[in-house]
């Protein structure tokens, strides 16, 4: 393979990575929003739902998020500084809310039910749930805004201002809302399986209306986009455009499945609408990591430290799907136990 190659085959691997820790954590982190916005005499059957469905697979999703980061390190080097460095801030909020988020699920667990050890931990779960993905999409947002400047080694980016933007703002809320439909339209088919007809409806409603606010902020998003960022702006036009009708296409079947109930059909639905947006942002960015300074090609390793981790990728692949495959197989497909 040419170093062109190399460096498209590792990208693109990077980002199928980004792409399923956004459908699978993603969604996790909307089952805590779902939990923290639980309320009256059904709240307590809602959160042992959520329990359920993410127990057995919560701490695998975050594989996706690892292969990510270490892969950004070991193939993008310079970009992994240059966005270390301008985006300290929300990156360590991310991260602290990650951390609280497992912790308060693991230790709210082992309280008395409706104590205020449980009451603080469901708490602190649900608001990090929250605060990460409005993190994460600031980030991203921030990335192709323009915001971030790079001249060789100096980076130039505010502590504060490069990462909350108008479009920052707009694809933090956008991270939100995508997680919280995907984690609504994944609880239909929980509680389908469960013969749970009172929580597949809450959830039911929930999808729909999450789905709507999702499809709202995605339209805003676009505005916004060629707004500020006209190289972006660009990009979705020349190349991307097919991502964003394939999202709307995704989004619009997934909301008339729910409205059907065939939630199955739904969910697949919400994942190829998500999907779109994620992998639609790094076509409409090429060739840039951090537009409009950093390109693909300026930021990669030398051929020679490509090419065994493209080994590597290849090898851990082998290894690391039929093992996911398997845990949800066993955890998650219609015969699996309830954890709660």
């Known amino acids: 393979m040419t170093t062109f190659q190399l460096e498209v085959a590792i ?5 199928g990575g980004l792409t399923l820790y956004w459908l699978l954590g993603g969604a996790d982190f909307g089952g805590g929003v779902w939990d923290l916005l639980a309320f009256g005499p059904l709240r307590e059957r809602e959160r042992a ?3 359920d469905a993410i127990g057995p697979v919560w701490e695998a999703n975050h594989v996706w998020l690892i292969f990510v980061v270490t892969g950004l390190l070991a193939a993008f080097p ?8 301008a985006l300290y801030v929300p990156f360590s909020i991310a991260i ?7 912790a308060a699920f693991a230790f709210r667990s082992w309280g008395d039910r409706g104590s205020a050890w449980q009451r603080t931990w469901t708490r602190v779960f649900g608001v990090a749930s929250i605060v990460t993905p409005l993190a994460l999409g600031a980030a991203a947002g921030a990335v192709a805004s323009g915001r971030i400047r790079v001249a060789g080694s100096t980076v130039v980016a505010s502590l504060w201002g490069s990462w909350t933007g108008p479009l920052s703002i707009v694809t933090g809320f956008l991270a939100l809302a995508s997680c919280s439909f995907l984690a609504a339209s994944y609880l239909t088919v929980e509680a389908t399986q469960r013969h749970d007809l009172v929580m ?5 409603r929930r999808a729909l209306a999450s789905g709507a606010v999702s499809g709202v902020v995605a339209v805003l998003g676009l505005v916004v986009t060629r707004s500020v960022s006209p190289q972006l702006w660009h990009g979705m036009l020349t190349r991307a455009w097919p991502f964003a009708v394939l999202s709307a296409v995704g989004g619009v079947a997934s909301l ?7 939630y199955r059909f739904a969910r697949v639905g919400a994942a190829v609408a998500v999907a779109s947006v994620v992998t639609g942002w790094g076509v409409a960015q090429w060739p840039y990591l951090i537009v409009p300074d950093l390109t693909v090609a300026d930021a990669a390793a ?6 065994p981790l493209a080994v590597g990728f290849a090898v851990g692949s082998l290894l690391l799907a039929p093992s996911l495959f398997v845990l949800f197989r066993v955890f998650k497909g219609s015969g699996a136990p309830s954890y709660h």
């Open 11 to 15: 990208l693109t691997a990077i980002g």
């Open 49 to 51: 739902l959520i329990s």
């Open 78 to 85: 310079s970009a992994f500084a240059s966005l270390g460095f």
């Open 96 to 102: 602290a809310g990650i951390v609280f988020r497992g």
């Open 200 to 204: 597949e409806e809450v959830f039911r």
């Open 256 to 262: 008339w499945a729910v409205m059907r109930r065939r």
């Open 302 to 307: 030398p051929a020679n430290a490509l090419r």
